[in-house]
Every structure is written in structure tokens, then in C-alpha cells.
């Protein structure tokens, strides 16, 4: 089964900003549209964004439109998440996950999806 690794959380004031990445070791993903998700105590797990395997079709969440930008380098095999105007709650795990259902704002994972790494913390706060 296919693990993606997240990186690039951290501590972060409000409106300050982030870049998440999201790889795979040994396997391309080229022809995989790759969701993020996210993850706060307490809450259902999110999704957020995703992109399309070849980068044309973007989706976001309501809450994070205009502030997060998704992207993809398919000659690096890495999905990108650019986070800015960061709020406090944002503050979450963020994961990110292969062939995701998109439809306008609403970012689902795949049925029956179960290959969730360990995610990335991002914490915003003063």
C-alpha cells in the first residue's frame, strides 16, 4: 500500500503562513489527484483541497478559499499546500491523500481509503 508523507507544519503566529508537502517514496503520482485533509482534537477529519492529476482542477474548502493554494510538481512527485493568513483555527493535523472525491467545495476521501499517514502538525498561535 502506497504511504504518503506530509511535512512542513509548525508553529505559526495568526496571519502568518506555511507550505505543506505531501510525497511518495517509490511511487509516482503523477496520474493520482491528491487530496488534503485535516485533523483538529475533537473534530471529524476534513477535506480541504485537492488537485487533479495534471494540476488543471483545484477545489477548496470555503473556509480556506482565497487563503490556501494547492499546486503540484509532477517532475518532483510533490503536492504542495500553501497555507497563508494562517488563524488559530487552523490549528490541526494535516494529511494528505490519493484520489480523493471532489465536487465544488466538498473534498471527501476516497470510499473505504484507510492508508492515512502520520500527518503534519500545524499549530497557530500567539
Known amino acids: 500500500q502506497v504511504q504518503l508523507v506530509e511535512s512542513g507544519g509548525g508553529l505559526v503566529q495568526p496571519g502568518g503562513s506555511l507550505t505543506l508537502s505531501c510525497t511518495a517514496s517509490?511511487?509516482?503520482?503523477?496520474?493520482?489527484?491528491i487530496g488534503w485533509f485535516r485533523q483538529s482534537p475533537g473534530n471529524w477529519r476534513e477535506g480541504i483541497s485537492c488537485?487533479?492529476?495534471?494540476?488543471?482542477?483545484?477545489h477548496y474548502e470555503g473556509s480556506v478559499e482565497g487563503r490556501f493554494t494547492i499546486s503540484r510538481d509532477n517532475s518532483r512527485n510533490i503536492v504542495y499546500l500553501q497555507m497563508n493568513n494562517l488563524k488559530p483555527e487552523d490549528t490541526a493535523v494535516y494529511y494528505c491523500?490519493?484520489?480523493?472525491?471532489?465536487?465544488?467545495?466538498?473534498?471527501?476521501?476516497?470510499?473505504?481509503?484507510?492508508?492515512w499517514g502520520q500527518g503534519t502538525q500545524v499549530t497557530v498561535s500567539s
Open positions: 488537485i487533479s492529476d495534471t494540476g488543471r482542477n483545484r
Open positions: 491523500a490519493m484520489d480523493p472525491v471532489c465536487m465544488g467545495r466538498r473534498i471527501d476521501p476516497r470510499p473505504g481509503y484507510s492508508n
Open positions: 517509490e511511487f509516482a503520482l503523477n496520474q493520482h489527484a
